[in-house]
């Protein structure tokens, strides 16, 4: 079995039509069981124009369902892995919006740069993204593990309860995260052993060393973010 795979067609008459698009649908819970054609046959949701099928966005190959790849993407793409359960997805490129956000399990990574609200609500599972997130990375965070490689937008972990956000460059916390100091956590090894199949930058990573904030003090505070040190 392959990678259920969906090319992005960028230049299409339906992608130039819609500004963002709502893939919340394409996860491998949703899709198990189905052919490729019936899966190029689903409406996707859009409030702003008549209802399109992933066919008109997307090329469709390949048949594993609990092994996604989104290929060609762009900002343009917003709820990918909105509500994952299982499985894995790989973006390879950006996405939009709401990247992960209630995402219940699994395991997703995106190899690009992700807009607002990613890992919004986010409960378990982990999501990596390798390039830039915008505003409210993790925000209501209730579990899961997040980790951005490249730079954050502002309020960072906003209104997170619970879970840890895994950071490679310093970013602009809020008063509400408490600085903790440097520490060495040996569960890192454990994690950081888990990333090494996935095609994503956080695999190289071999470094327990951390500075540790404890937070958001707004909420129960018992959530994480931890800065990887050189």
């Not at 890992?119 to 993204?129: E, F, H, N, T, V």
């Amino acid at each position: 079995m392959s990678a259920l795979t969906f090319t992005f067609k960028a230049s299409s008459p339906a992608s130039k039509t819609v500004k963002q698009l709502d893939c919340r649908q394409l996860i491998p819970s949703a899709l198990a069981g189905l052919s490729n054609k019936k899966v190029a046959s689903l409406v996707l949701p859009c409030a702003s124009c008549e209802p399109m099928t992933v066919a008109d966005f997307f090329d469709v190959s390949g048949d594993d369902t609990n092994n996604i790849i989104f290929r060609n993407t762009s900002t343009q793409l917003d709820y990918i892995g909105y509500g994952m359960k299982e499985g894995e997805i790989t973006i390879e490129g950006d996405a939009g919006d709401y990247l992960g956000a209630n995402m219940q399990g699994g395991v997703l990574v995106c190899q690009g740069n992700a807009k607002e609200r990613t890992a919004d609500k986010m409960r378990r599972g982990i999501l990596l993204i390798d390039g830039d997130v915008g505003a409210y990375c993790g925000s209501r965070m209730i579990a899961g593990t997040v980790g951005i490689y490249g730079s954050t937008g502002p309020h960072l972990g906003y209104g997170l309860r619970r879970g840890t956000i895994l950071l490679n460059k310093q970013a602009n916390l809020s008063a509400t995260w408490l600085d903790c100091g440097m520490h060495t956590l040996p569960f890192l090894s454990l994690l950081l052993t888990a990333f090494k199949p996935l095609k994503s930058k956080f695999s190289k990573l071999n470094n327990t060393r951390v500075q540790r904030w404890m937070g958001d003090a707004s909420q129960t505070g018992k959530g994480e973010i931890l800065l990887f040190q050189d």
